[in-house]
């Protein structure tokens, strides 16, 4: 068997974790269990989660090997059961900013035939990991036999049932991260790792090679099981961008070392009478003669390192002149104050700051007058680009309700008529934050997954396909009617209503469905609403259907038909938006992006209208604007759930 692990850029983004564990079996007790593989990804990671893939996959190691009297799929399901029981009590201690960014795969392989002929194959997964058997030239979508259930909250189980299939010589299992993928399957990697003759490092890297370039803008694993008699011990490769090299000793060194000068070094003179000792005592004194050739090494190293320090110092300082130039243009074009000149400053003005961002990274291992000076004309340029973005940075966010650990673990809510509507879908229960500060908790059957307003109403969703309503006065959602599925799998993603219709998203298959609404709160026949399959990631309608796409941008349709692609040129650059939002009444775009702590304000036509950005958002899952029943302009105050926390931001 011949195991090869494949880390694209492991640290293009810096909130973005993955590693995979391989483990052979150590003794002839746990040769019976077999090998054990497992890739995991977690986004939007905090820094006490740095270490939670390594957690994960360790315990579940032990787990697997500690009791080899179970048969493989036994051991394999009871230490996924000691994994959930793991997560569980950490989201119960309050940390929920894994749930939704965590995807995790688990594979065992088993040969249960003498002579080996035949492996056995026993493996789950959580999240958008993906798993792939190529046979002959055959690719086969492996995990699509996996169907989980919901997340249940206490005892949470995320790891659910187990897929098990038999596996024969020349077989071969590839699994993905989903950028990974994503990458492969849009430059048809797959297809030509199917047509080779023999899958080994040396071919499978002659296809990487092919898209280089591309390359480095994904970052991920490919963890890549080749399943042959020969045993070979598994490798490990980072496939990282080539980065030319600022500075190289010899070049910098060389003229000095021919000659053995180093100008503009000042040397000072020894007191040749205070070092005069006898030859014949410095050959006897062995421990002297060592001490003074440390104290050479000490000095032709501090030496170099003050050449060195000396030549980067004098690099960067040209980078600076030539950053100072752009902004000192950049402020010229701001003195004229008008939408085009001041285009042109904000351009400037990131590619100064774009330039500045490398020297910043080094700054603390410079001198003290010449970092300060980096920092400082950071500074200015963040400044400019704050303003000419309309970004505010809050440094104490009102913090208006905080939940109690173990007590209700929201994910998602609704703002109506003053009141907080949250949910999970992985819980039962509403739970209503009213405007006074009362809390109430609703006790619910069902567990909700999506939820949008409905004539002064609110609809909620339920998995797999059934409507509640909430009106007005009433205590708790009843359920309304049971949706026609479009399609089998189709994946309710996104929810939004217009003029009583709904429309829901399934971002697998980028369709966009629509529910026509035939009065007495019934609902016709699905419809397939868009011309064209979009890649987005999220909807919002306002009789337009507003898309987030993947690339970030924003698409506007209508009737069915792309009428506009909003490309948005803004600071800091978008990296991962996840919600959009807006509304007939809304006069504005609400853009989420957890990753840059941020949400987004925008007229319809792209324009910034304003940015809210704090370190104290550093947990996002989800958030509402006030309507214009809410009191004030619609949109004037933003709610925002941060992990446990519930923050309030008025324009």
Same mark, same amino acid.
């Given at each position: ?67 080899? @009297? ?6 394999? &399901? ?11 009590? @950490? ?5 929920? $900013? ?75 299992? =590839? ?57 070979? !011990? ?13 500075? $190289? ?14 100008? !503009? ?11 005069? @000792? &006898?030859?014949? $005592? ?10 003074? $050739? ?5 000095? %032709?190293? %501090? ?40 285009? !042109? ?29 980096? %920092? ?73 997954? =999506?939820?949008?307003? /409905? ?39 996104? %929810? ?7 429309? /829901? /998203? ?129 949109? !004037? ?15």
């Amino acid at each position: 068997m011949q195991v090869f692990e494949f880390h694209f850029n492991p640290k293009l983004k810096p909130d973005l974790i993955f590693d995979s564990f391989c483990y052979e079996p150590e003794n002839i007790y746990e040769r019976k269990m077999g090998s054990l593989y497992m890739v995991g990804i977690l986004k939007n990671t905090l820094p006490k989660n740095l270490q939670l893939l390594e957690k994960i996959a360790k315990l579940i190691k032990e787990e697997y090997y500690k009791k080899t @009297i179970f048969t493989p799929e036994k051991s394999l &399901k009871e230490s996924l059961k000691e994994a959930n029981d793991f997560l569980e009590q @950490i989201a119960k201690k309050g940390d929920v $900013s894994w749930l939704g960014n965590l995807s995790f795969a688990v594979l065992s392989l088993t040969s249960y035939q003498k002579p080996w002929s035949q492996v056995k194959l026993n493996f789950t997964k959580v999240g958008v990991i993906k798993i792939f058997l190529i046979r002959g030239r055959k690719i086969i979508d492996i995990d699509k036999k996996l169907r989980f259930q919901d997340i249940e909250p206490y005892p949470l189980k995320i790891f659910g049932n187990i897929v098990s299939g038999k596996l024969a010589e020349n077989d071969l299992i =590839l699994v993905f991260t989903k950028e990974v993928f994503d990458f492969f399957q849009r430059e048809n990697l797959l297809d030509e790792i199917s047509k080779l003759s023999l899958f080994n490092e040396k071919n499978f890297k002659e296809i990487l090679d092919k898209k280089k370039e591309a390359l480095i803008g994904i970052s991920g694993i490919c963890l890549a099981i080749f399943l042959t008699k020969e045993i070979l !011990k598994g490798k490990r490769e980072k496939i990282l961008p080539k980065i030319s090299k600022e500075f $190289s000793l010899k070049e910098v060194f060389s003229p000095y070392l021919k000659f053995l000068k180093f100008p !503009k070094i000042r040397i000072p003179k020894l007191d040749v009478e205070a070092l005069r @000792i &006898k030859t014949k $005592s410095l050959i006897s004194n062995k421990k002297l003669i060592l001490v003074l $050739s440390f104290i050479l090494v000490l000095l %032709f190293g %501090f030496i170099f390192a003050k050449l060195e320090e000396r030549q980067k110092i004098k690099i960067y300082q040209k980078n600076l002149e030539e950053i100072e130039e752009k902004l000192s243009l950049a402020e010229s074009f701001l003195i004229l104050e008008n939408p085009q000149t001041n285009e !042109k400053a904000n351009s400037l003005l990131k590619e100064g700051f774009e330039e500045i961002s490398p020297i910043v990274n080094e700054a603390p291992n410079l001198p003290k007058y010449f970092s300060e000076k980096v %920092f400082s004309l950071r500074d200015k340029i963040l400044e400019k680009l704050y303003s000419l973005n309309k970004l505010e940075k809050i440094e104490e966010p009102e913090l208006i309700f905080e939940f109690k650990a173990g007590e209700f673990i929201p994910q998602k809510f609704l703002v109506f008529n003053n009141n907080l509507y949250f949910f999970s879908p992985y819980a039962k229960n509403l739970f209503r934050l009213k405007d006074n500060g009362e809390k109430e908790i609703i006790e619910m059957e069902q567990k909700f997954n =999506l939820t949008t307003e /409905f004539n002064n109403e609110i609809l909620f969703f339920s998995k797999p396909a059934q409507i509640f309503l909430l009106k007005s006065g009433e205590e708790k959602p009843t359920p309304l009617a049971v949706l026609k599925e479009p399609y089998p799998d189709f994946s309710f993603d996104d %929810f939004s209503s217009f003029k009583e219709n709904l429309y /829901f /998203f399934d971002r697998k298959a980028g369709q966009v469905v629509k529910y026509p609404y035939l009065g007495n709160f019934q609902w016709g026949n699905p419809e397939f609403w868009l011309k064209k399959a979009i890649m987005g990631k999220a909807i919002s309608v306002d009789g337009s259907v507003w898309v987030l796409e993947k690339d970030n941008s924003l698409s506007k349709y209508y009737a069915g038909n792309l009428q506009e692609k909003i490309e948005l040129d803004i600071f800091p650059e978008p990296k991962e938006f996840s919600k959009i939002l807006t509304s007939p009444t809304l006069p504005y775009l609400y853009i989420l992006e957890p990753v840059q702590k941020r949400i987004v304000i925008l007229d319809k036509t792209g324009q910034i209208i304003k940015q809210f950005l704090s370190e104290k958002f550093d947990n996002l899952l989800d958030f509402g604007v006030s309507g214009p029943t809410e009191g004030g302009y619609p949109g !004037k105050t933003i709610w925002l759930l941060n992990g446990l926390r519930v923050y309030q931001v008025e324009q």
